[in-house]
């Protein structure tokens, strides 16, 4: 009889949102197993026996899952709530969004979902599982742990990230321009600085390939100058991502050496510990697995950012995975430590697939800490971010995805080296009348290496044809600006410095003495002079006119040439 007077009154009782004691969050979007912890807690003549009577477990475990109901509003209501608790791997918290409860997030960019506007960002489409999994009316009779969350739920992401994820493009560029705007730096100098006696660790991560374009100058230098922040010793760790790219004689005391460098001479704090990572093979991730440990503690807070397309999504699924596994690099699945999937964020080769701040869970193995994603840092003077006016097709272009073959020119003087429509280099004097350039970029990146007096009208002639990118002859790219660099060198067999190209790589320049060295880009884009990165030359030299990397496809019966 009183089971029967609870149904009815969940179909007639209006929804009353209770908040639970301990969770300080509304009662009814609370996973079933902890509303029925949190519902025993709350006092209520259904959760305690009658006198002279005797419950067994599972009837008080009915009773008060009954209760549940009656506070969210419904069964069915109840249920969807429990399984998006399920399928999202994790529920972005009321503080991370500004939300007054808790609302199902995507767990590959971290997007609020929804269902009524396929046109907008988060729209996503319900999964048959989870249709199946619905709660009907015959299943009020049965116990709790029949209809409780399971560890084989899919994930659920917004059909964004389902199309990067699976067809690596975006499903529809145009509400690109719909995506919500997001500062990172100040978000995280005010949560940083909210918070008290917790440690504080953050996680940059850098692209060892685009190491001055990646570099987040401006958030790094706001963060260390914030007054909240110094008072709390925040630990910084910088990741250098994408080894796996560079050559096999770029040893890894020649890159800490030359990392170590680079710092000193920038405005970044004087503690930063650095780390040489690949998330694409696994290397340096148990070791820096260790470091975040050792600096987060058991309860701390770690924020991960970075600039777009730096490999910051790469780099957690790997610290995830490490994590999944025990900590140890067997051969174990991706399955978390209750069993269940391990959400993984986006990747993709585009800038700012990821949207929001996303939880981290199970990040660090044997830890408790609470760990954060957050949207990649748009640097407007980058060629592969979102400002560029290149396509999300060309900008993949520009991202290296096989390790870097250098391209080695013996350049006199009055010689440029056009690098697709996107920029030139001049050498306009030197030392003994000629120096090297070496190109490291993508292998995709067609160049010319020709005269001076014709290059720009041959490189504007030659645009979306034989030099690429962008792939469109039409398409509207600024004007190229020059910027000149004086270089010293003392060796003619290596290079000496590098004048590097934010988001499209870095020409080496090889000379004994001095040159001049003109470097044209649009204005917009990051051009800087460093020490050389990777002082070696090609095997073999590029001869005048037009080069490329990839093999030419092969007529039938004969062999690519490379």
């Known amino acids: 009889m009183l089971w029967k ?117 988060g729209f996503y489409k319900e999964p048959a599982a989870l249709k199946a999994s619905a709660l009907s009316d015959a299943a009020l009779g049965s116990s709790v742990e029949e209809f409780a969350p399971s560890a084989e739920r899919p994930l659920v992401f917004c059909a964004r990230c389902f199309s990067i994820r699976n067809y690596g493009r975006v499903k529809n560029p145009d509400a690109e321009d719909r995506l919500p705007s997001f500062d990172v730096a100040s978000k995280l100098c005010s949560r940083i600085g909210n918070i008290k006696g917790i440690r504080q660790t953050l996680l940059c991560v850098v692209d060892i390939t685009d190491f001055d374009g990646s570099v987040p100058h401006q958030t790094l230098a706001r963060i260390a100058n914030d007054p909240l922040i110094k008072e709390k010793n925040v630990s910084v760790v910088l990741a250098l991502n994408k080894l796996d790219l560079l ?51 058991q309860y701390g807070h770690l924020w991960v950012f970075g600039a777009q397309n730096a490999g910051k999504s790469s780099l957690i699924n790997a610290l995830r995975k490490y994590s999944a ?139 979306g044809d034989k030099l690429v990118p ?22 003619w067999k290596r290079s000496s410095e590098d004048i590097a190209i934010a988001g499209l790589g870095w020409v080496a320049v090889g000379v004994s003495g001095e040159c001049e060295v003109r470097a044209w880009a649009p204005k917009s884009v990051l051009l800087c002079q460093r020490d050389a990165l990777m002082p070696d030359y090609a095997k073999d030299f590029e001869r005048p006119g037009f080069g490329m990397m990839l093999p030419v496809a092969p007529k039938k019966g004969r062999r690519a040439k490379w």
């Open 5 to 121: 007077t609870v149904r009815q009154a969940a179909q007639v009782r209006k929804p009353r949102m209770v908040v639970a004691p301990s969770a300080r969050h509304t009662f009814a979007c609370l996973p079933f197993n902890a509303r029925t912890a949190a519902g025993a807690a709350c006092p209520s003549p259904l959760a305690k026996p009658r006198a002279g009577q005797q419950q067994n477990k599972g009837e008080m475990m009915r009773m008060q899952s009954a209760v549940g109901l009656l506070r969210v509003g419904s069964a069915r209501e109840a249920t969807s709530v429990a399984c998006a608790s399920t399928i999202q791997g994790n529920l972005a918290p009321a503080e991370d969004h500004g939300e007054s409860e808790k609302s199902p997030y995507c767990p590959g960019c971290g997007i609020k979902l929804q269902t009524h506007d396929d046109g907008a960002p």
């Open 247 to 297: 050559p096999r004689v770029a040893s890894d005391q020649r890159i800490r050496s030359w990392a170590n460098r680079q710092i000193r001479s920038l405005d970044l704090p004087e503690d930063v510990t650095v780390k040489l990572v690949s998330a694409a093979v696994g290397k340096g991730i148990p070791d820096l697995a260790a470091t975040l440990q050792r600096k987060v503690g």
């Open 325 to 463: 596994e025990g900590g140890d690099r067997g051969a174990g699945g991706s399955r978390g430590r209750e069993g269940g999937p391990v959400p993984q964020l986006t990747e993709a080769s585009l800038p700012g697939t990821t949207i929001g701040f996303v939880r981290l869970d199970e990040l660090l193995a044997g830890s408790r800490c609470k760990a954060f994603d957050t949207p990649g840092l748009l640097h407007r003077y980058q060629y592969t971010s979102t400002f560029s006016p290149l396509t999300y097709q060309e900008i993949g272009m520009l991202l290296p995805k096989r390790r870097l073959k250098p391209r080695t020119y013996r350049v006199p003087v009055g010689y440029t080296v056009s690098i697709g429509g996107l920029a030139r280099v001049d050498l306009i004097s030197a030392q003994g009348s000629s120096a090297y350039f070496t190109l490291w970029c993508s292998d995709e990146v067609t160049t010319h290496f020709g005269k001076t007096e014709n290059a720009e009208a041959r490189q504007a002639a030659s645009v």
């Open 470 to 491: 962008p792939l469109d002859p039409e398409v509207g790219m600024p004007n190229l600006v020059s910027s000149d660099f004086l270089v010293e060198g003392r060796d």
